[in-house]
């Protein structure tokens, strides 16, 4: 119902900065909500934060709290994530999803890898 389209990933330095881009289509009006991922092999996927389609109410990980910032843009059919004070663990591909529900995600996007080195 929703085709997703993530950008923006790559390698940055710890103490970096990366903005990641998720691109919606589709049945977006029928979106509850919007919310980013992450995954690192041999390690269960960890959902980073989070974003409600309609008011922008946003919530995080505690590993992630205070460093990263969820955001949407409705009239482009955009979610953001920026990312501040990257660590080394922070290292995963990234994943943008999509939900009609709260805390339900039924369409994903292909991933996109991010890098923090040093």
């Known amino acids: 119902q929703v085709q997703l389209v993530e950008s923006g990933g790559g390698l940055v330095q710890v103490g970096g900065s990366l903005r990641l881009s998720c691109a919606a289509s589709?049945?977006?009006?029928?979106?509850?909500?919007t919310g980013w991922f992450r995954q690192v092999p041999g390690k269960e996927r960890e959902l980073v934060a989070a974003v409600t389609w309609r008011w922008g109410r946003t919530s995080y990980a505690d590993s992630v709290n205070g460093r990263f910032t969820i955001s949407r843009d409705k009239a482009k059919n955009t979610v953001y994530l920026q990312m501040n004070s990257l660590k080394f663990e922070d290292t995963a591909v990234y994943y943008c999803?999509?939900?009609?529900?709260?805390?339900?995600?039924?369409?994903w996007g292909q991933g996109t890898q991010v890098t923090v080195s040093s």
């Open positions: 589709g049945r977006t009006y029928s979106l509850y909500g």
């Open positions: 999803a999509a939900g009609t529900r709260a805390n339900e995600y039924d369409d």
